[in-house]
């Protein structure tokens, strides 16, 4: 499918809302365009919690597909990558033409990318109706 990333899995738990997939990394993701951002080319197992779909039953053990369109997958990029990396590089930059110390701007810069990290965490609902999934 032209415009989706699609990792085949297996459905490992099952509750009234959730499905928890192992997928199953493959030799395409060496050619996937988004492979560096994604992190499923690293591992070669990785389970993760997806909303299971109101019209469909599934059952433990059961092969799945997991399809996520790229622009989807590039904005979860920009959130969990690009983003903190940007705000740990400015934020070290504006404090050392302060003449901070070195060593305090970079655990400054540490500090910030955390805070953001635990900002992404208290809207992880929002977000997560944010990135849609469709699991074939």
């Known amino acids: ?19 928890e997939i192992e997928i199953l990394s493959s030799s395409s ?14 591992m070669q197992e990785k389970r993760v919690v997806v909303p299971k779909p109101e019209d ?29 990396a940007f705000l740990m590089v400015a934020i070290i930059m504006i404090l050392s033409n302060l003449s901070v110390k070195e060593w ?5 810069g540490i500090g910030v990318v955390a805070v953001y990290y635990v900002i992404l965490y208290f809207f992880r609902d929002k977000l997560r109706n944010e990135f849609t999934y469709e699991i074939r």
């Open 1 to 19: 499918m032209e415009g989706h990333v699609s990792h085949p899995g297996v459905v490992v738990g099952i509750t009234d809302k959730d499905l």
């Open 56 to 84: 469909k039953e599934f059952i433990v053990g059961q092969p799945v597909s997991i399809n996520m369109n790229t622009k989807q997958g590039n904005k979860a990029a920009l959130f969990a990558y690009f983003i903190p």
């Open 104 to 108: 305090l701007s970079a655990l400054i």
């Open 29 to 42: 993701c060496g050619s996937c365009g988004i492979k560096s951002a994604c992190g499923m080319s690293e």
